[in-house]
């Protein structure tokens, strides 16, 4: 009798990505645990085994068997820093950026972030989860299976609210896993320009207790750069972020250096995010710390700038590198996170290994989410992308489009 709780998927290449929920360092990136010409069994939501296809086949003789040779099989990716949460796109802005207008004096000039703030609050609760459903669906199109996502377009204690209630009404209804971050403090909205301080006092003594109150967000996040938030005023919110039970991450140095990522590794935060501009110091404090250092390059691709993260100096060093998309409509308008590991090959002297390895397990440690995804052992959901090619470093190779033939979300083909 044929085992309808069983699936064993065969493919050219399986790539396991074993070691649990730890943070993968210096030569443990590049261990993608690749099985050739192998299989996995699915049961009950999880991977069950990975092995050689006689071996599993013996084992579960009466499973559902679907053949995808000439494919790759990866954990689920995971996009550990999205802003997957907004309304239009700020295609004005682009054109300015192409005339070599720089990102920073766009905001400067109260587009930038605030554009997306103003058309935000405009919008319903409604409104923006249909818009979220559509580009979530696109993010799953492409081989991930688990995202966080920020506030930080609202800016209002009920702005924010409404931004991460758009959040849990995705995470309920799609398949797509989502974590929740809290980033009111993104940047200082209009009316409060002149009144930072007063600002930063509705981020702490209201935002972040209402936030923790309906239990909407795991994380809380800071836009620490200089012109935006002052390592002062960063510590004054994760502060306020740790009283309340949230775990801090961090916009570190993406621009210029202010100190950022030794802040996050200071406040023992899950990830410190970009890092383009990282100091000799703050590389040595992430090396010594638990925090993920997570890479965006596809956000420096997008602005045309033109450098990058120290990656290879900071797997080096020990850091725990992750790579993420930064989805969003200003600076990083991609959900394609096989672009970004092509970007960090070709870029940043990642090899194709580590940047798998940076876009799953290393993705699930900067989410500190402990429960085997990022990984195909035994034991871990079975959150599986299929990539239409023969072998893994193909993936970033044949760069920019979509690689992604097939996921399963929890063992549930859902593309
Ligand atoms: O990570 N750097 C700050 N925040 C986003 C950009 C958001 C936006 O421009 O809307 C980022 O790049
Ligand atoms: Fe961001």
Request: hydrophobic letters at 40%; proline letters at 6%; a negative charge.
């Amino acid at each position: 009798m044929p085992d309808h709780d069983t699936l064993i998927i065969e493919a050219s290449q399986i790539l396991t990505c074993p070691g649990g929920s730890e943070p993968r360092r210096r030569g443990s990136m590049s261990d993608i645990g690749l099985v050739e010409d192998g299989a996995i069994a699915i049961r009950a939501g999880k991977v069950e085994a990975v092995g050689s296809r006689e071996g599993i086949g013996e084992r579960f003789p009466d499973a559902e068997r679907l053949d995808l040779s000439g494919h790759v099989l990866a954990p689920g990716l995971v996009d550990s820093h999205t802003h997957a949460v907004f309304g239009r796109y700020r295609l004005d802005e682009y054109e300015q950026r192409c005339r070599g207008v720089p990102y920073m004096e766009i905001a400067r000039r109260g587009g930038g972030i605030n554009a997306s703030v103003r058309d935000l609050r405009q919008r319903s609760e409604a409104e923006l989860v249909d818009l979220g459903r559509a580009r979530l669906r696109r993010m799953m199109e492409h081989g991930t299976t688990t995202a966080e996502v920020k506030s930080g377009y609202g800016l209002t204690t009920e702005d924010e609210l409404k931004m991460l209630r758009v959040v849990r009404t995705l995470a309920a209804e799609e398949w797509i896993d989502l974590v929740p971050t809290f980033l009111g403090a993104h940047a200082f909205p209009p009316e409060f320009r002149e009144r930072r301080a007063e600002y930063l006092d509705l981020v702490v003594d209201e935002m972040i207790p209402a936030v923790a109150e309906e239990g909407l967000a795991v994380f809380c996040d800071v836009f620490m750069e200089p012109g935006v938030y002052t390592p002062e005023e960063t510590r004054r919110v994760l502060e306020a972020a740790v009283t309340n039970g949230l775990v801090p991450r961090l916009h570190a140095d993406e621009f210029e250096s202010s100190g950022g990522a030794e802040l996050a590794a200071e406040f023992d935060a899950a990830s410190a995010d970009h890092l383009g501009a990282i100091s000799e110091p703050g590389i040595a404090a992430l090396a010594g710390s638990r925090t993920v250092a997570t890479l965006l390059p596809g956000t420096l691709l997008f602005l045309g700038k033109s450098y990058y993260p120290p990656a290879r100096q900071l797997i080096d060093a020990g850091a725990a590198v992750a790579l993420a998309t930064d989805y969003n409509p200003g600076s990083s308008p991609t959900v394609n996170l096989q672009v970004v590991m092509s970007i960090a090959c070709s870029q940043l002297g990642m090899v194709p290994a580590e940047a798998f390895v940076a876009v799953t397990a290393n993705g699930a440690a900067a989410l500190r989410l402990g429960d085997g995804r990022g990984t195909l052992e035994p034991g871990a959901p079975a959150d599986v992308a299929a990539f239409g090619v023969p072998d893994y470093r193909l993936v970033p190779y044949l760069y920019g489009c979509n690689h992604c033939a097939a996921v399963w979300k929890r063992g549930v083909r859902v593309h």
